[in-house]
T-cell receptor, first 115, second 113 residues
């Protein structure tokens, strides 16, 4: 069955430290992969997406993610975290075709940033 | 350009009551979606629509109905609310299925007592 796993429910980092959020997926074909961020009380905003090509993708707000097919992973990274990055982050897989559509989200990782 | 808007922002219902959540988008998107978000479960797709007059079931459709009479609007109905439907509901829209990003509304927090 198709699934997305975010193994870390909560992560706490100090401001200025590097960040890596993990995402593993299970899908038979080449997936379309996404990272979204949700600030408190807000909807979701797309950070970046992977469809094909270069496995290292750049997104907004200084985030990047690397697709590793052999590990079925799409981890999100940021070299230096800012206090405003505190939010919940969701990894998602888009799979299927028109008429048999699925868009599967992971359960999220809540990021806390220490000053 | 308001993007995706949702009405209402908050609602409290009693078990058995009905209500309709309205989603509107002004981006001329073909595709629209309804999700529910529950703690520890991420977002789950309830229903979606690939165009005016068409709807399809998602992952958790039971207890909900939807309609897409106009391209810009996608309505989510609860005919007989249950406490299990207490959740935050998000609407989203997109240009092309899967390939492009989904634009999310701010959410509706629904409590069923």
């Amino acid at each position: 069955a198709q699934s997305v796993t975010q193994p870390d429910i909560h992560i706490t980092v100090s401001e200025g430290a590097s960040l890596e959020l993990r995402c593993n997926y299970s899908y038979g074909a080449t997936p379309y992969l996404f990272w979204y961020v949700q600030s408190p009380g807000q909807g979701l905003q797309l950070l970046l997406k992977y469809f094909s090509g270069d496995t290292l993708v750049q997104g907004i707000k200084g985030f990047e993610a690397e697709f590793k097919r052999s590990q079925s992973s799409f981890n999100l990274r940021k070299p230096s975290v800012h206090w405003s990055d505190a939010a919940e982050y969701f990894c998602a897989v888009g799979a299927g075709t028109s008429g048999t559509y699925k868009y599967i989200f992971g359960t999220g990782t809540r990021l806390k940033v220490l000053a | 350009n308001a993007g995706v808007t949702q009405t209402p922002k908050f609602r409290v219902l009693k078990t058995g009551q009905s209500m309709t959540l309205l989603c509107a988008q002004d981006m001329n998107h073909e595709y629209m979606y309804w999700y529910r978000q529950d703690p520890g479960m991420g977002l789950r797709l309830i229903h979606y629509s690939v165009g005016e007059g068409t709807t399809a079931k998602g992952e958790v459709p039971d207890g909900y109905n939807v309609s897409r009479l106009k391209k810009q609007n996608f309505l989510l109905g609860l005919e007989s609310a249950a406490p299990s439907q207490t959740s935050v509901y998000f609407c989203a829209s997109s240009y092309i299925l899967i390939l492009y990003e989904q634009y999310f509304g701010p959410g509706t927090r629904l409590t069923v007592t």
